[in-house]
């Protein structure tokens, strides 16, 4: 089964830091009454994009696993992963962060799954059963190169009208997403600042 080897079959990073941000600042808008904290708004971004920066390197680099999508994308490891760092968190008075963690990650998952569905018009299960059932491809490029195969697919893909339904699904839920983060107070901008912004105090 191909990997993602075009637009239409793959979610980009973007997207799924798009549907990570709106799951989380629904829930707690509707738990908390209050929008996401900058800390927990990076780490459900962070979180959200965490299975294609663990399994991509992996699979497409160094042949650790089949495909882009191993370990990572797996109910079997997420749902644990998951579990274990929102404890670790909460138990350490980070709870919101410790959620937010898993709301990110584990929205990774339905998120590949609905662009299969999308494009494929099935449920591409197989690609959260890792090691039960695997996605075979075979990769020549490694990291960098499948990268700008996917990236120069897309713009193509864009160019020529032909972007089809998931990514029009996805450039929505990136745009709605902006929205909602602006309206939100734009959480995580002074953190990511704090973090990049030498501290010339003595």
Do not use: Q
């Amino acid at each position: 089964m191909d990997d993602g080897h075009s637009l239409g079959l793959t979610m980009w990073p973007w997207e799924h830091a798009a549907v990570g941000y709106l799951a989380w600042s629904l829930l707690v808008h509707a738990v908390r009454r209050r929008p996401p904290t900058g800390a927990e708004a990076v780490v459900v971004v962070l979180a959200s994009v965490s299975p294609d920066l663990v399994d991509k390197p992996l699979g497409w680099e160094f042949g650790v696993f089949s495909s882009g999508y191993g370990a990572a994308h797996s109910v079997f490891f997420a749902v644990p992963i998951a579990l274990g760092v929102t404890h670790f968190l909460s138990e350490r008075g980070k709870r919101g962060v410790g959620a937010a963690f898993a709301v990110g990650y584990l929205s990774h998952l339905p998120g590949d799954l609905l662009v299969g569905y999308l494009t494929e018009g099935r449920l591409p299960i197989e690609r959260v059963l890792w090691p039960v059932r695997t996605v075979e491809t075979t990769y020549t490029g490694g990291f960098s190169g499948t990268l700008l195969e996917y990236l120069r697919r897309y713009v193509a893909d864009i160019l020529e009208g032909d972007a089809g339904t998931a990514a029009v699904v996805g450039a929505v839920a990136l745009f709605s997403c902006v929205a909602v983060w602006l309206v939100d107070g734009a959480p995580g901008v002074s953190e990511l600042r704090a973090a990049v912004t030498p501290n010339t105090r003595k």
